[in-house]
């Protein structure tokens, strides 16, 4: 079992930044992926970035982040970053983080990140 929480949402200005953090606990967490995703009103939840959590070198990005976003865990602290940068008012979204960990995928509630232009 994983509970995942979500923290560092809220209003920023275009252009500013914003780190999201992905809490992990349970009694075992060893995910073999994290990933964050997003869904603004209206649209389709979509991946924004993904990283193996034993070579977190390996890592993905939608194109329309790339550059601006890194992806990030710390297996100390068992928590996944996502570091926001040079934000648009098109990444307004809930942001939910996910572990892959043993055949299941565990979501977090997501939390608000709001860009005003």
């Known amino acids: 079992q994983v509970q995942l929480v979500e923290s560092g949402g809220g209003l920023v200005e275009a252009g500013g930044s914003l780190r999201l953090s992905c809490a992990a606990s349970?009694?075992?967490?060893?995910?073999?992926?994290m990933a964050w995703f997003r869904q603004a009103p209206g649209k389709e939840r979509e991946l924004v970035a993904g990283?193996?959590?034993?070579?977190?070198?390996?890592?993905y990005y939608a194109d329309s982040v790339k550059g601006r976003f890194t992806i990030s865990r710390d297996d100390t602290k068992n928590t996944l970053y996502l570091q926001m940068n040079s934000l648009k008012p098109e990444d307004t979204a809930v942001y939910y983080c996910?572990?892959?960990?043993?055949?299941?995928?565990?979501w977090g509630q997501g939390t608000q990140v709001t860009v005003s232009s």
């Open positions: 349970g009694r075992t967490f060893s995910p073999y992926a």
């Open positions: 996910k572990a892959d960990q043993w055949g299941r995928s565990y």
């Open positions: 990283i193996n959590w034993s070579d977190p070198a390996m890592t």
